[in-house]
């Protein structure tokens, strides 16, 4: 049972452009939503998270936004280059700073940036 | 890449025969996971690790077993291969203080079962 959606699958924006992923969730336990970011052969490595307590994070060009009432969160890319064009997960996890931190992923989106 | 390497990177072996991942760590963090990567499923645990000889399940573990007898290696087998079991394995590493900390992904083991 997926309980992370992730949208869209692909995505293929201009350099410069503003690239919107989606992602829903169903357990109202989760506390901790961390985007992951994997480029070929590579791991993923973590590139943003947030908890629900606050609607909005900031790091650099990447942003988060977060709608606990709707269940949602999603990651704004700004000014997008190139070397942004990777596959990004989200995913969620409940029992923030306990023992086991398991983390549920959504099912990734391949970013193409244009040049 | 935080201190993980995993080995083999690659292999192909055949349905049936027993397989062994190895992630090993150098950062002495307490807690370690197994994923498996699929288009379409995006990553899911298999076993996870909260200490030295301490393992758990995670979603998918069926057909999966791990050990962890010293803090810097993590194993997983595959006892007998199959098919469906092709896939790109990612060991994660995190630290159990302070507070709560992210996990960290070594590059990954594809391993073939033909």
């Known amino acids: 049972q997926q309980q992370v959606k992730q949208s869209p699958q692909s995505l293929i924006v201009q350099k410069g452009g503003i690239p919107i992923i989606n992602c829903a969730y169903e357990?109202?336990?989760?506390?901790?939503f961390p985007w992951y970011q994997q480029f070929p052969g590579k791991g993923p490595a973590l590139l943003i998270a947030?908890?629900?307590?606050?609607s909005e994070k900031k790091e650099g060009r990447f942003t988060i936004s977060f709608n606990k009432s709707a269940k949602q969160f999603s990651l704004h890319i700004m000014d997008s280059q190139p070397g942004d064009s990777a596959t990004y997960f989200c995913?969620?996890?409940?029992?923030?700073?306990?023992?086991?931190?398991?983390?549920?992923f959504g099912t990734g989106t391949l970013l193409a940036v244009q040049p | 890449d935080a201190g993980i390497t995993q080995s083999p990177r690659h292999k192909v072996t055949e349905t049936g025969t027993p397989v062994t991942l190895r992630c090993h760590q150098t950062?002495?963090?307490?807690?370690m996971y197994w994923y498996r990567q699929d288009p379409g499923h995006g990553l899911r645990l298999i076993h996870y690790?909260?200490?030295?000889?301490?393992?758990d399940k995670g979603e998918v573990s069926d057909g999966y077993s791990v050990s962890r007898s010293k803090t810097e290696d993590f194993l997983l087998t595959l006892e007998s291969a199959t098919s469906s079991q092709t896939s790109v394995y990612f060991c994660?590493?995190?630290?159990?203080?302070?507070?709560?900390?992210?996990?960290?992904f070594g590059d990954g083991t594809r391993l073939s079962i033909l």
């Open positions: 994660a590493i995190r630290a159990g203080t302070p507070g709560n900390q992210p996990q960290h």
């Open positions: 357990n109202t336990a989760f506390d901790y």
């Open positions: 947030i908890r629900p307590d606050v």
């Open positions: 995913a969620a996890s409940r029992n923030y700073g306990g023992a086991t931190n398991k983390l549920i």
């Open positions: 950062e002495n963090h307490r807690y």
């Open positions: 690790s909260y200490g030295v000889k301490d393992t």
